[in-house]
Structure formats: C-alpha cells, structure tokens
C-alpha cells in the first residue's frame, strides 16, 4: 500500500535561513507521481510542484527547489532564504497511477520568524 | 476564471444530523475529488466523481455519499454524523477522470463541527 511520512511535525526559523522539508515514500507501482502542497491559514492546499517517477531530475523555481531521489525514496523540499509568508503548512503527497487519489503525508508546520 | 468554490465555509451540526457540502469545480474541468481533514492531519480520499459516477472511494463508510452533476459540480452527504466527522472537507476538481498525471485543484474548504 502507499505511504507518506513527513517526519517533522514543526520547524521554526528565522527569517533568511534556509529550510528543507523532508518527504519519504511508499509505493510498490513503478509509475507514480509525487507532489508538494501549502496549506495557508485559509485552508486552500496549493499546488507547488508534481513530479513523476521517471524523471529524477531536481527542480528550481526560484528560491524552491526540490530533490526526487528513487534509492532512498524521498523527494525533499528546500527554501532558500526563507520569508515570512512561507509560514504554512506544506504536504507531501503521493499518486499512484493505478488510483486516483492523493495519499498525503502529515504535514510539517513552517514557521518563519521575523 | 473562477477556481473551485466551496459552500458553506462554515458548518455546525448536531450528532445523528444529516449534512450536505457544495462543490463547483474550476472551469474546464470535469472530475471532482472529495478529502476528509481532520485537525493536524494530512487529508484523507474520500472519493472521486467523474461523468456523473463514483470511480474510486476511499476507506470511508456508507454514511459518507456523493453526487455529481450534469455541469460537473458535486455535492457530498454525510448521515447520521458523529463526533469524528468534525474536520474540514476539501473538495479537488482536475480533468479526465485521471489520476496523478494531471494538477489538482483544491477549493477552501467546508469546516464542519458536530457538536
């Protein structure tokens, strides 16, 4: 069965400090599709990035950046020089393509001091 | 171009009620998921509506039932609610009826409270 764990529950830094959001997955299909969500305070989970499993090349865009690595089967989330509007929470979630739902990880809470 | 809407944003019922949550999907897009979140969690599938049917369903009772309709917006029922079902449902509009390979888009959220 598939599986999502997000390890840090909470994380707090200081503005301009970079932070990595850690993701670990589970999956016994060879094609699926990673993603990264933020949940502001208002609810709405907004889409970051998705990713499928073939394409282990890691993204940039702008101070996001992400690393997809099938050996260890993490696909990890890094802000560069962070700012207070990152603070939320971001999920990790995970598509089989032989379903059709999201399975999402627990959540880290980010939160950026000033 | 509006996104996904969602009605009400705020709910309160009472144990052994019945309850009904509103879904418009974003234009264009024909397929609509339903999640479950409860307080401090990771939402949970509850299932998926496409062409007017019900194509995949999550580990959720029978108490939890759906529809969609001709222009694509759904709605969700929960019957005979409990204590547990207080948690905010968010509702997922994509297209094709297709899993991961296409982006998701979530509405805000009904936040429903059983008291």
């Known amino acids: 069965a598939q599986k999502v764990t ?10 301009k400090e970079d932070v990595t959001l850690d993701c670990v997955y589970e999956t ?6 990673l993603f990264w969500y933020k949940q502001p305070p208002s609810g709405e989970l907004v889409f970051l990035i998705r990713r499928n499993s073939f394409d282990e090349q ?19 989330f890094t802000i560069t020089a962070s ?19 999201l399975t999402f990880g627990s959540g880290t809470r980010l939160q950026v001091q000033p | ?44 599938f509850i299932f998926q509506y496409y062409e007017e049917e019900e194509r995949q369903r999550g580990n959720f009772p029978d108490r939890f039932s759906g529809h969609q309709f001709p222009n694509y917006s759904s ?18 509009s994509s297209l094709g009826g297709t899993g991961g390979d ?14």
Request: glycine share 6%; hydrophobic share 35%.
């Open chain 2, 102 to 115: 296409t982006e998701a888009f979530f509405g805000q959220g009904t936040r429903l409270t059983v008291v």
């Open chain 1, 6 to 15: 997000q390890a840090q529950t909470e994380i707090s830094v200081v503005e």
């Open chain 2, 1 to 44: 171009d509006a996104g996904v809407t969602q009605s009400p944003t705020h709910l309160i019922k009472t144990r052994g009620q019945q309850v009904t949550l509103r879904c418009s999907p974003k234009s264009g897009h024909d397929t609509v998921s339903w999640y479950q979140q409860a307080l401090g969690q990771g939402p949970q």
């Open chain 1, 58 to 76: 890691n993204e940039i865009s702008g101070r996001y950046s992400w690393n997809f690595q099938k050996s260890t089967s993490s696909f990890n």
């Open chain 1, 83 to 101: 700012q207070v509007v990152d603070s939320a929470v971001y999920f990790c979630a995970l598509s089989e393509v032989t379903r059709r739902a």
């Open chain 2, 75 to 92: 709605e969700l029922n929960v019957n005979a609610l409990l204590l547990g079902d207080s948690a905010l449902y968010l509702c997922a």
């Open chain 1, 28 to 33: 016994r299909d060879t094609t699926y599709y």
